[in-house]
Nanobody
Framework: QVQLVESGGGLVQAGGSLRLSCAAS????????MGWYRQAPGKQRELVAR???????NYADFVKGRFTISRDNVGNTVYLQMNSLKPEDTAVYYC???????????WGRGTQVTVSP
């Protein structure tokens, strides 16, 4: 089992920045992939960004150039630096982890990000 705990959400004005953190514990060997998803009210959960052990990174088109995902050298924590935030970025952001992009069953409880106009 893997436990994921997010932090760093909050309220920010449009154009501002936030940094999300996700700390993993438990079976770290099962976290080859760590990433972030988000879910806005009335919408489906969607991938924001993910990093694969070994260096490969995927970003959703809507965050390219604004958000940066990184993982610490130990591998226990993944970060999401969010710049140039827009009101449409408002959502609950969830940390996700797993052994592969096809099998990532572990989820955090989520952290709210609210961007005001």
């Amino acid at each position: 089992q893997v436990q994921l705990v997010e932090s760093g959400g909050g309220l920010v004005q449009a154009g501002g920045s936030l940094r999300l953190s996700c700390a993993a514990s438990g079976r770290i060997s099962s976290t080859n992939v760590m990433g972030w998803y988000r879910q806005a009210p009335g919408k489906q959960r969607e991938l924001v960004a993910r990093v694969i052990r070994g260096g490969s990174i995927n970003y959703a088109d809507f965050v390219k150039g604004r958000f940066t995902i990184s993982r610490d050298n130990v591998g226990n924590t993944v970060y999401l630096q969010m710049n140039s935030l827009k009101p449409e970025d408002t959502a609950v952001y969830y940390c996700n982890a797993g052994e592969s992009t096809r099998y990532s069953p572990y989820w955090g409880r989520g952290t709210q990000v609210t961007v005001s106009p």
